[in-house]
């Protein structure tokens, strides 16, 4: 393929400089904004320094939280179980549009979230993220660690209406969830001719020196079958925005759902709402999972008919339990 040489060369330059990543070979090309949608600018480190209205004990905390989203590997075995870090899938520090954007859940929480059927706080809404996207278990509520996380996502919203839920480049999605013909074996040959290189030939990622450079898609170290980017159109607008790295939009509509239908066809750590029966659980939670491939035969394979749950030594985290006002 064309750009199978770009791509191995970028993936080698990658190791030595990110930097070396920031000109991209085929012109960008991302979604454009609707009238009428808030469109923000989250603030910078250089602006937080800046900034003489925020107290030093604050810049501190919200330092605290950014090192929290952007390494969160130094929690490996304590809130992370995989391989990923908050930024692995909110690219640019979290402030990126079109990246899943982390702020607006500072603006437009508490509200009530589909996903767990009640109101939500913006503490609960990090520790979704832990428990199925890290495959982790969250820093407990109004502990100093969650207190930094809540502090970096709030300060990145600096500006933006609160309650204001009409904007611009948030979330991954544009491709929408009506989904077209899915085809393994075409996503097979995307995946092969543009992802192998950086995420492997098992989608197994790159580590150097113990480090994390290029994530896991799938298996043990990878998200649970609980997490957001299981859903096969939220990965595709990933991918179609974000993926291959420094290319985004390169990929057509057609080629990024294809892949994303490939990578969510690989086995992945057990969703934390198991039931026991992964039947069961995808009928119990069919408002996600009907996005999803779980509990589906693919291949010969019913998907997620196991009691593996990576590195993670455990099932339900309680923050996971539902909550009435009854
Ligand atoms: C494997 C990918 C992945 C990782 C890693 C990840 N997230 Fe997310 N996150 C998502 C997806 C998918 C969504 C939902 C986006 C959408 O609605 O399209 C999301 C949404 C969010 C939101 C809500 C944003 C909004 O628009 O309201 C917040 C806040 C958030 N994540 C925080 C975090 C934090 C903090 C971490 C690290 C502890 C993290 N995420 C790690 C995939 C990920
Ligand atoms: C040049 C190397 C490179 C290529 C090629 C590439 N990626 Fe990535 N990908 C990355 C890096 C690095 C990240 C993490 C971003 C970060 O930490 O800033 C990532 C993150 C991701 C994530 C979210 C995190 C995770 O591990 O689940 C997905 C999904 C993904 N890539 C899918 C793809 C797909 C599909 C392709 C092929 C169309 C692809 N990538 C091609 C380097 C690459």
């Not at 003489?52 to 501190?60: A, W």
């Not at 589909?114 to 609960?124: F, I, R």
Request: proline share 6%; with cysteine.
């Amino acid at each position: 393929m064309k750009m199978k040489h770009t791509i191995s060369l970028l993936a080698g330059l990658l190791v030595a400089s990110p930097a070396a990543l920031a000109q991209p070979e085929v012109p960008v090309n991302l979604p454009e904004f609707k009238e009428g949608q808030y469109v923000h600018s989250a603030p910078t480190v250089e602006d937080l320094m800046n900034d003489d209205s925020i107290h030093p004990e604050l810049k501190k905390v919200i330092l605290k939280g950014r090192d929290m989203f952007m390494n969160t590997q130094q929690f490996r075995g304590e809130y992370v179980f995989n391989d990923m870090n908050c930024k692995s899938c909110h690219m640019g520090e979290g402030r990126k549009n079109w990246s899943g954007p982390v702020w607006p859940a500072a603006t437009t929480l508490p509200d009530f979230r589909g996903k767990n059927q009640h109101v939500n706080s913006l503490g609960e809404r990090i520790a979704g993220c832990f428990s199925f996207s890290m495959n982790g278990k969250p820093p407990a509520y109004g502990s100093d660690d969650m207190l930094a996380m809540q502090a970096y996502h709030q300060w990145l919203a600096k500006g933006a209406p609160v309650y204001e839920k009409n904007i611009g480049g948030r979330g991954f999605s544009h491709l929408g969830n009506e989904k077209p013909e899915l085809d393994y074996e075409r996503g097979k040959q995307v995946y092969a001719e543009n992802c192998a290189v950086c995420h492997g030939d098992n989608g197994q990622g790159q580590k150097k020196d113990g480090q994390v450079v290029f994530p896991p898609l799938w298996g043990d170290h990878s998200y649970n079958w609980g997490a957001g980017m299981t859903r096969i159109f939220t990965a595709a607008s990933f991918i179609k925005n974000n993926m291959p790295l420094g290319q985004p939009g390169s990929l057509t509509d057609d080629e990024a759902w294809q892949v994303a239908n490939y990578i969510n066809s690989q086995e992945r750590p057990q969703d934390p709402r198991y039931t026991g029966d992964v039947k069961e659980t995808r009928e119990k939670f069919l408002n996600f999972h009907k996005h999803t491939n779980y509990g589906t035969v693919v291949n010969g394979k019913l998907l997620g008919d196991h009691d593996n749950t990576g590195d993670k030594p455990f099932l339900k985290p309680d923050v996971l339990q539902s909550r009435t006002f009854e």
